[in-house]
């Protein structure tokens, strides 16, 4: 690996932090899969996240909000139920109580809307500039349902791709915060948990394949299909559900949304997209904007757009987090 | 901005169908990596007929900053870099800003210079003052309110580069052949179309400005062909662009800095390139400050960034493009940068 030592993209959620988990940790601990979540005998599912979000609080949510949406995400995303939470805490010297407080308020109001219990944890302090503030690390467990089987060896050509409403948002939030970039409206980021969104999908369709689009984004995780699959897929650009508002302000930075990441965003693979789902989805507080995005197939090796202009454009594995430019 | 009027695929295609009509063959340049960025992005370059061939320019300001001075930052201890992005992951003599950043220098990316100048309220803080017309005034802004604020731990590294002086050197080379140039938006914006006037003048040639969605590309290009015969600077982007330019830009820009020489990577010294931080404010020179000097030396030698700014020849025929050199591992700045050539090409059209 390049110089033996880890920089910040080996944490991008890219092609370099996939190539770190298989050279370090796949290797040494012989994980079956690469997947977030793990599941036990067929029935229990575990997982693990830690958030390091900076600035803390932003529109939409907060580093709480988020320690618990991203966990129950990731166990969602094999069809699992989520059940209990385990949280633990790094605090900074010096750190306020009272925002310490306004966390722990926002991530339990959060387990209760995703039906999860937060259950056992570990608070630890370290000295000042050891840390940003607080980190907060999620373990979950949920169950799986009988019968239910996402993995991404199902997916077959012709299959739609799904996602579950407008892309990029929870990374625009954040640029905007942490940049005070000052965009008026602010945006608002997406962070929700997703456990009923899959359900609609288990319900109305058949669902082969989910995963949350994170760090990232949805291109990554298409990349993702392919590398394990060997099947490629083509996007419809008329029909990426993306925001005015991010439309401009990627074009001002140089970033393409569909590597932005998500925390309210799933993409899925199913059979059939019908209208049931569509309308079912759309009525759905985290589905308002759902669009059928695109389709898996052999005609292409990789991962390509279809421009309006009818041009295929190949999106990318990107080796680490998106720059933005400079002009 | 109406944005789905820019990209209204009805009206492009109808653009490109007149384009089709055309046919000698042609070369232009666009010269800044955003448009090259923009032509991959929507894959205008397959839409396009044969004969109408575009080269990318040297308007990457990452790709054109000497390998030096990364190796240059690296020795700068014990003070905070702050830089755009793109920068960190260029390759110097021996290691990026990325690792050495890893191995605990206290390097920062900003999306803006007053970020930079809040970080020296803390910290001793370098400013790395890359990019062309178009960042410059915001950073001559942010030393004038260094000034007024007395903050003495600020200071930029002034690698700036200016556009025209660099069309000119392309053009008095006789290897480089170019029927017209698509000219930046952005830089444009801040020197006005008046600043090409020389083109057509010296060299018999035309250019376009124009901006970045893609009807701006295609009514430049077909602006580009109708003119060919009668070279002259076009504005294309008037929705941006006047011919004088930003007189308040351009006033903050000359009282903070004076013309100078610049090196570029690929192309060398260029006379009046660049920009010297004036007397005045010298204490935020970082060149005096920490006494730097800026050398020409270009990293690796395999990597062919040179030709491929000049548009001498494309990524593709460097020997390295796609097989040794990756946007993973990037061995030239063309590879790294977000407004890179090699990185557009191997992104959208490898
Ligand atoms: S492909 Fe890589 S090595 Fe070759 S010119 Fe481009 S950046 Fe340099």
């Given at each position: 690996m390049k110089n033996d030592i880890i920089t910040l993209g080996y944490g991008s959620g890219a092609a370099l932090t996939r190539q770190l988990i298989r050279?370090?940790?796949?290797?040494?601990?012989?994980?079956?899969?690469?997947?977030?979540?793990?599941?036990?005998?067929?029935?229990?599912?575990?997982?693990?996240?830690?958030?390091?979000?900076?600035?803390?609080?932003?529109?939409?949510?907060?580093?709480?909000?988020?320690?618990?949406?991203?966990?129950?995400?990731?166990?969602?995303?094999?069809?699992?139920?989520?059940?209990?939470?385990?949280?633990s805490f790094i605090l900074e010297e010096g750190f306020s109580i009272n925002l310490l407080k306004r966390i722990v308020d926002s991530m339990q109001k959060t387990a209760e809307e995703a039906g999860v219990q937060i259950i056992a944890g570990d608070t630890k302090v370290v000295e000042k500039g050891k840390c940003d503030g607080v980190y907060i690390t999620t373990t979950g467990i949920g169950f799986l349902p009988e019968g239910i089987d996402l993995n991404v060896k199902n997916i077959k050509a012709g299959d739609r791709i799904v996602v579950n409403g407008s892309l990029g948002d929870?990374?625009?939030?954040?640029?905007?915060?942490?940049?005070?970039?000052?965009?008026?409206?602010?945006?608002?980021?997406?962070?929700?948990?997703?456990?009923?969104?899959?359900?609609?999908?288990?319900?109305?369709?058949?669902?082969?394949?989910?995963?949350?689009?994170?760090?990232?984004?949805?291109?990554?995780?298409?990349?993702?299909?392919?590398?394990?699959?060997?099947?490629?897929?083509?996007?419809?650009?008329?029909?990426?559900?993306?925001?005015?508002?991010?439309?401009?302000?990627?074009?001002?930075?140089?970033?393409?949304?569909?590597?932005?990441?998500?925390?309210?965003?799933?993409?899925a693979v199913v059979s059939e997209a019908n209208d049931d789902m569509l309308i079912q989805l759309k009525a759905h507080r985290y589905g308002q904007d759902s669009a059928i995005i695109g389709e898996v197939t052999k005609d292409v090796n990789g991962v390509y757009l279809r421009t309006a202009l009818g041009s295929l454009r190949p999106l990318l594995m990107l080796a680490s987090d998106p720059l933005p430019r400079i002009c | 901005?109406?944005?789905?009027?820019?990209?209204?695929?009805?009206?492009?295609?109808?653009?490109?169908?007149?384009?089709?009509?055309?046919?000698?063959?042609?070369?232009?340049?666009?010269?800044?990596?955003?448009?090259?960025?923009?032509?991959?992005?929507?894959?205008?370059?397959?839409?396009?007929?044969?004969?109408?061939?575009?080269?990318?320019?040297?308007?990457?300001?990452?790709?054109?900053?000497?390998?030096?001075?990364?190796?240059?930052?690296?020795?700068?201890?014990?003070?905070?870099?702050?830089?755009?992005?793109?920068?960190?992951?260029?390759?110097?003599?021996?290691?990026?800003?990325?690792?050495?950043?890893?191995?605990?220098?206290?390097?920062?990316?900003?999306?803006?210079?007053?970020?930079?100048?809040?970080?020296?309220?803390k910290r001793e803080t370098v400013f790395v003052?890359?990019?062309?017309?178009?960042?410059?005034?915001?950073?001559?802004?942010?030393?004038?309110?260094?000034?007024?604020?007395?903050?003495?731990?600020?200071?930029?590294?002034?690698l700036f580069k200016l556009i025209p002086p660099a069309l000119n050197a392309l053009l008095i080379d006789d290897e480089v052949e170019i029927d017209g140039f698509i000219l930046p938006g952005h830089v444009s914006a801040v020197i006005g179309t008046q600043a090409y006037d020389f083109i057509p003048q010296k060299f018999g040639i035309g250019g376009v400005?124009?901006?970045?969605?893609?009807?701006d590309i295609v009514l430049g290009i077909k602006k580009m062909i109708e003119q060919i015969?009668?070279?002259?600077?076009?504005?294309?982007?008037?929705?941006?662009?006047?011919?004088?330019?930003?007189?308040?830009?351009?006033?903050?820009?000359?009282?903070?800095?004076?013309?100078?020489?610049?090196?570029?990577?690929?192309?060398?010294?260029?006379?009046?390139?660049?920009?010297?931080?004036?007397?005045?404010?010298?204490?935020?020179?970082?060149?005096?400050?920490?006494?730097?000097?800026?050398?020409?030396?270009?990293?690796?030698?395999a990597c062919r960034c040179s030709s491929v700014l000049k548009g001498k020849i494309m990524p593709f025929d460097c020997p390295l493009f796609a097989e040794i050199c990756t946007p993973n591992n990037p061995v030239g700045p063309c590879m790294v940068s977000s407004e890179g050539s090699c990185a557009a090409y191997y992104k959208y059209e490898k």
């Open positions: 050279e370090v940790f796949v290797s040494k601990f012989r994980l079956p899969t690469l997947d977030d979540a793990a599941c036990i005998d067929n029935h229990l599912t575990v997982t693990t996240d830690a958030y390091v979000v900076n600035p803390l609080f932003f529109p939409g949510g907060d580093i709480g909000k988020l320690s618990i949406t991203g966990t129950v995400n990731d166990l969602s995303m094999n069809g699992s139920v989520p059940a209990y939470l385990v949280a929870h990374a625009v939030a954040i640029i905007n915060a942490r940049q005070k970039l000052g965009l008026d409206p602010a945006p608002i980021s997406d962070c929700a948990p997703l456990r009923e969104v899959i359900e609609i999908l288990l319900n109305t369709t058949k669902l082969r394949f989910a995963r949350d689009a994170t760090r990232g984004g949805v291109a990554t995780i298409l990349n993702e299909i392919y590398e394990d699959t060997g099947l490629g897929v083509i996007l419809d650009e008329t029909s990426l559900p993306i925001k005015d508002s991010t439309t401009v302000l990627c074009g001002l930075l140089g970033l393409d949304p569909l590597y932005l990441a998500n925390e309210g965003k799933l993409v | 901005m109406n944005l789905k009027y820019y990209r209204a695929p009805d009206l492009i295609k109808r653009v490109l169908k007149e384009i089709h009509e055309y046919r000698q063959p042609v070369t232009f340049m666009e010269v800044c990596g955003s448009h090259t960025m923009a032509i991959g992005h929507w894959g205008l370059r397959k839409l396009l007929p044969e004969n109408i061939r575009l080269i990318s320019g040297p308007g990457c300001p990452v790709c054109v900053t000497p390998a030096s001075v990364i190796d240059e930052l690296i020795k700068l201890k014990d003070i905070t870099i702050a830089t755009f992005g793109d920068l960190i992951r260029v390759p110097g003599s021996d290691q990026t800003l990325e690792h050495a950043r890893a191995l605990g220098a206290d390097i920062r990316t900003v999306y803006s210079p007053l970020e930079a100048l809040e970080l020296s309220q003052g890359i990019g062309f017309e178009t960042t410059i005034p915001g950073i001559a802004y942010t030393i004038l309110e260094a000034g007024r604020q007395n903050q003495d731990n600020f200071s930029v590294l002034p400005v124009t901006g970045f969605e893609p009807l015969n009668k070279p002259q600077i076009i504005n294309e982007y008037s929705r941006i662009v006047t011919t004088e330019g930003n007189m308040a830009a351009k006033a903050t820009i000359s009282e903070v800095f004076s013309i100078g020489n610049a090196v570029w990577r690929g192309l060398g010294e260029i006379p009046d390139s660049g920009l010297d931080i004036r007397t005045e404010y010298s204490q935020f020179d970082a060149l005096r400050k920490y006494d730097i000097q800026i050398t020409n030396i270009e990293g690796n030698t």
